[in-house]
């Protein structure tokens, strides 16, 4: 499955931001999805994943209550809402793929796409 993310741009603490994720190739309902992001300096974490039917969500204790998950399987494309971001936050944001279940290890993500990134400006 190939993926494209989008969204990313420069906001400031408090605004709001969605990330999109369009999938093509395989069968995109077939995979759980998640997002990971990478600081200036610092290893890639995981974000937020969703199951392949949208069921089942799970969030890193960081951005949970503040960032909300979900997808949409008729438009193969998963979306990252990014609501009150702190500078904290800023990063390249990637979305993968995943058949191994709803994860947090980027290990278990075999595609992935190129990255959009969110700068947070206080």
């Not at 309902?29 to 039917?53: I, L, T």
């Not at 793929?97 to 709803?102: K, P």
Request: glycine letters at 14%.
């Amino acid at each position: 499955v190939q993926l494209q993310a989008s969204g990313g741009g420069l906001v400031q603490s408090g605004d709001s931001l969605r990330l999109s994720c369009a999938a093509s190739g395989r069968t995109f309902s077939g995979y759980h999805m998640g997002w990971f992001r990478q600081a200036p300096g610092k290893e890639r974490e995981f974000v937020a994943g969703v199951s392949w039917d949208g069921a089942r969500t799970r969030y890193a204790d960081s951005v949970r209550g503040r960032f909300t998950i979900s997808r949409d399987n008729v438009k193969n494309t998963v979306f990252l809402q990014i609501d009150g971001p702190k500078p904290e936050d800023t990063a390249v944001y990637y979305c993968a793929a995943s058949r191994y279940g709803l994860v947090n290890d980027g290990s278990l993500y075999p595609y992935w796409g190129q990255g959009t990134l969110v700068t947070v400006s206080s």
